[in-house]
């Protein structure tokens, strides 16, 4: 059983196109994340939503648009891609991280062209 | 605000070397602290962790000890394999919850036969 699955895996896509990314977790955790990975590796954080609740919202550009239907989702959509997009974007979840930690999903590899 | 320094990479052993990966940190109160793990073209897995001064995290013949007085985390393990490979992230969360996870760049390691 996947605890945090994010669909889809791979996705290319044009500039200025509208795009979504869902993810799930199975873990009863209350808590969800959306991070960004640069090609540097460099993992930022960009929304937690806590009970479908937003909790932290960095500064992401507006065209960023979460959604938390219930707990156990939450999905990322993005308008009007840009180039500087093209990242991996990782969800997760966790129910008291400071104590048990954070679980990631296996991420969705956006390229924007 | 909180930030994590992790050593620059790559670093290249030969199997069976000692690894070393230094980790300071710099946050106010307590922070929970983290390792994860990223092999070539998967998420993040949680390595081990620490929530207390002195505590010290293992798993897989990893281990990081919590230093309040150097504030500092380091990953070690005595001897690696080449299915090691792969990018280690020091992170932390903050004293009095949020549950934001903040990492540093992360290091590469290669080990080679």
């Known amino acids: 059983d996947t605890a945090v699955s994010q669909t889809p895996k791979y996705l290319v896509t044009q500039m200025g196109n509208d795009k979504s990314i869902k993810c799930e977790q ?26 479908k609740e937003l909790i932290i919202n960095e500064t992401v550009p507006n065209r960023f648009s979460p959604k938390s239907p219930d707990k156990a989702h939450l999905n990322l959509h993005i308008n009007s891609l840009e180039l500087g997009d093209s990242a991996v974007y990782f969800c997760a979840s966790s129910q008291g991280g400071r104590v048990y930690g954070y679980t990631f999903g296996s991420g969705t590899r956006l390229t924007v062209v | 605000g909180d930030s994590v320094t992790q050593m620059e990479g790559p670093v290249t052993l030969s199997e069976e070397a000692f690894l070393t990966i230094n980790c300071t940190y710099t946050a106010t109160g307590y922070p929970s602290l983290f390792w994860y793990v990223q092999y070539p073209g998967e998420g993040l897995q949680l390595l081990l962790k620490a929530t207390k001064a002195d505590d010290k995290g293992s798993n897989k013949g990893f281990e990081a000890t919590y230093r309040k007085e150097t504030t500092s985390f380091h990953l070690e393990k005595g001897s690696v394999q080449v299915s090691d490979s792969a990018v280690y992230f020091c992170a932390l969360t903050p004293t009095g919850g949020g549950n934001k996870l903040t990492f540093g760049t992360g290091t590469q390691l290669k080990v080679e036969l």
């Open chain 1, 26 to 51: 199975n873990l009863g955790h209350d808590t969800m994340y959306w991070y960004k990975q640069d090609s540097k590796k460099f993992l930022k954080i960009m929304f937690s939503y806590n009970n």
